[in-house]
């Protein structure tokens, strides 16, 4: 079981930034696949960002390339930068990891609790 804690959320206004870092609870000896989502009130969940185990590769949903960045360090903490943002990034945004294959389309077993993001225009 692997537990993750978001945090970094807050409220900024269009252009502006925020980054989302992503905290597991305790240490395993793989690191897995990693990734965020958010889920815009009232809409469905979708992939935002995902980074490999080892960091090495990472993969966008179209609408953030460019701005968002996502990466890892050595130790427990996955992070999500969020530059120009945008009225429409606004929602609640999950951390979530699974093992084996690392996509975005991917099925993922672990997710925090989420953090809300609102970006006012």
């Known amino acids: 079981l692997i537990e993750s804690v978001e945090s970094g959320g807050g409220s900024v206004e269009s252009g502006g930034s925020l980054s989302l870092s992503c905290a597991r609870s305790?240490?395993?000896?793989?690191?897995?696949?990693m990734a965020w989502f958010r889920q815009p009130e009232g809409k469905q969940r979708e992939a935002v960002a995902r980074i490999s185990s080892g960091g090495s590769t990472t993969e966008y949903v179209d609408s953030v390339k460019g701005r968002f960045t996502i990466s890892r360090d050595n130790k427990n903490t996955v992070t999500l930068q969020m530059n120009n943002l945008k009225p429409e990034d606004s929602a609640m945004y999950y951390c979530?990891?699974?093992?084996?294959?690392?996509?975005?389309?991917?099925?993922?077993?672990?997710w925090g609790s989420g953090t809300q993001v609102t970006v006012s225009s």
């Open positions: 305790e240490h395993i000896l793989i690191s897995p696949c």
């Open positions: 979530a990891a699974k093992f084996d294959e690392c996509s975005l389309k991917a099925t993922y077993q672990y």
